[in-house]
């Protein structure tokens, strides 16, 4: 069993900045890849970026060059940097473990941008 928690999600104008962070706790020592998901209403859910054990990393196309996903392994937490942020990425954003023969959601933290 993996267990996540995330934070840091919240309201912020159009071109502001915020950080999520996802902690990691339980049988980590498999995870292949952590990575951020967001889903807005009426939507379906979408991968917005992964980071491998390796630290490769992968975006979508809608954030790159304005989010940067990393991992900080001591602490097991993988952190979501969003910069620019712009009205359409407001959705629930979910951090996701994947060990490969199984994966888990964490509970989703809001992100609204608005003026």
């Known amino acids: 069993q993996v267990q996540l928690v995330e934070s840091g999600g919240g309201l912020v104008q159009p071109g502001g900045s915020l950080r999520l962070s996802c902690a990691a706790s339980g049988s980590i020592f498999s995870i292949n890849a952590m990575g951020w998901y967001r889903q807005a209403p009426g939507k379906q859910r979408e991968l917005v970026a992964v980071i491998t054990s390796a630290r490769s990393t992968t975006y979508a196309d809608s954030v790159k060059g304005r989010f940067t996903i990393s991992r900080d392994n001591a602490k097991n937490t993988v952190y979501l940097q969003m910069n620019s942020l712009k009205p359409e990425d407001t959705a629930v954003y979910y951090c996701?473990?994947?060990?490969?023969?199984?994966?888990?959601w964490g509970q989703g933290t809001q992100v609204t941008v608005s003026s």
């Open positions: 996701k473990a994947d060990r490969g023969y199984d994966y888990y």
